[in-house]
């Protein structure tokens, strides 16, 4: 059988409850996460090394000169990049890994790593999206409208995810649910078990 790791890239818009998704992943399934680097401000009750980690501008930069990204994009304003070596280690221990990242670092990913999974979560309609980015209460009335309008133009880039999960109110578990059925069939691949045919009649 084929040991590898799984890689899991999450993305959605601001407000779809991609986090909540992926904080019940990790209960329910041994996963490790992808912890970021960002020059973003830590929102109250974020911490270093755990949330993210943040740096400032000159550090971010000097991070991609040497190479230490997987990908990396702006948002917002602001840098998001993946460590490439914490990723790179899981994969090679067999750990199934989850990247939470926007739509341009995940193609960045999946240019480099055909076989990473990519799974879109959509809150089920503009409404909700709109409430549940305001009812966090954590960013001013411009920063909601970009992040609207990043939410606008990312949304276009769907059709290049592997799969779609809508997550609806109250539904995180089920929301959690779709994407380990995802993960299980994704594990049957014969891409995943390709020297399944050689070990077979030993
Ligand atoms: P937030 O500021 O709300 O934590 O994140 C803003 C956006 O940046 C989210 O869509 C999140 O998925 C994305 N993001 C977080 N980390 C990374 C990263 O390492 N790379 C990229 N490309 N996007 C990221």
């Not at 992808?34 to 980690?53: D, I, Q």
């Not at 960045?108 to 990473?116: D, I, L, N, S, T």
């Amino acid at each position: 059988m084929n040991q590898k790791g799984l890689l899991v890239i999450i993305s959605g818009p601001a407000g779809s409850g991609k986090g909540t998704i992926v904080s019940r992943l990790r209960e329910l399934a041994p996963f490790d996460f992808s912890v970021s680097a960002t020059t973003r401000k830590p929102r109250p009750g974020e911490l270093h090394g755990v949330h993210y980690y943040f740096v400032d501008k000159a550090d971010f930069e000097s991070k991609i000169e040497q190479g230490e990204m997987l990908e990396y994009a702006q948002y917002v304003g602001n840098y998001y990049g993946t460590p490439k070596k914490p990723v790179e280690d899981a994969l090679a221990e067999g750990k199934n890994i989850i990247l939470d990242i926007e739509v341009k670092g995940a193609l960045q990913v999946k240019e480099k790593m055909p076989e990473a999974i990519m799974i879109y979560v959509l809150p089920p309609d503009y409404e909700t999206l709109l409430a549940r980015i305001r009812g966090r209460g954590t960013e001013t009335e411009e920063v909601i409208q970009k992040r609207m309008n990043e939410a606008k133009n990312e949304i276009k880039t769907f059709p290049r995810y592997d799969y779609v999960v809508i997550n609806r109110d109250g539904g995180v578990d089920r929301a959690a649910q779709d994407v380990l059925t995802i993960l299980s069939a994704e594990k049957m691949r014969t891409l995943r078990n390709a020297d399944i045919p050689e070990n077979f009649f030993r």
